[in-house]
């Protein structure tokens, strides 16, 4: 069976990472799938994106990181996938998670949605927090893979 993981990945968490690693341990194949938005620039640009995540997850065998647009329900057709996965951190996440797995059942006719809660040392990362702490000079060590690391510290010290 195939999985496709979608997200924006801006940038990938260590909350992310963990969803990833149990995965790959659920299917034969596992596409990351990187939400390319053209309406909408990324703090980190969908080619850096996509780097950062390849190597983030390059020990893993059965996981390839692709870019996509458009609708995650037609994306996973065109491949092949069985499931999308989606990590849940916290309660909050479910409700507007249950109506896009929704809608996206009914898009698919079909298209299962399995829901992966993130260890609970990782509930509270969320990219956004990330991107906030990092710009005001906090240490983000251990909430992102250490590609990641590397480069928003190169980024945070290129802006100041």
């Given amino acids: 069976m195939k999985a496709i993981y979608p997200g924006s990945f801006d940038p990938i968490t260590n909350g992310?990472?963990?969803?990833?690693?149990?995965?790959?341990?659920l299917f034969n194949e596992v596409i990351i799938a990187v939400l390319s938005n053209q309406d909408k620039e990324g703090f980190i640009s969908i080619k850096d994106r996509i780097e950062l995540v390849k190597e983030s997850v390059k020990d893993l065998k059965n996981?390839?990181?692709?870019?996509?647009?458009?609708?995650?329900?037609?994306?996973?057709?065109?491949?092949?996938?069985?499931?999308?996965i989606r990590g849940l951190r916290a309660p909050s996440d479910f409700e507007y998670e249950l109506e896009?797995?929704?809608?996206?059942?009914?898009?698919?006719?079909?298209?299962?949605?399995?829901?992966?809660?993130?260890?609970?040392?990782?509930?509270?990362?969320?990219?956004?927090?990330?991107?906030?702490?990092a710009g005001l000079g906090g240490d983000i060590k251990d909430f992102v893979p250490l590609p990641v690391y590397k480069y928003l510290y190169q980024k945070m010290l290129l802006k100041k």
Wanted: hydrophobic share 40%; no cysteine.
């Fill in 100 to 133: 896009m797995s929704q809608i996206n059942y009914f898009l698919s006719n079909g298209l299962e949605t399995l829901f992966i809660m993130t260890n609970p040392k990782h509930s509270f990362i969320r990219s956004s927090r990330v991107k906030e702490v």
């Fill in 16 to 25: 992310h990472l963990d969803v990833i690693e149990r995965t790959v341990k």
């Fill in 63 to 84: 996981v390839t990181v692709e870019s996509f647009s458009g609708l995650t329900v037609k994306y996973a057709k065109e491949r092949g996938a069985n499931v999308i």
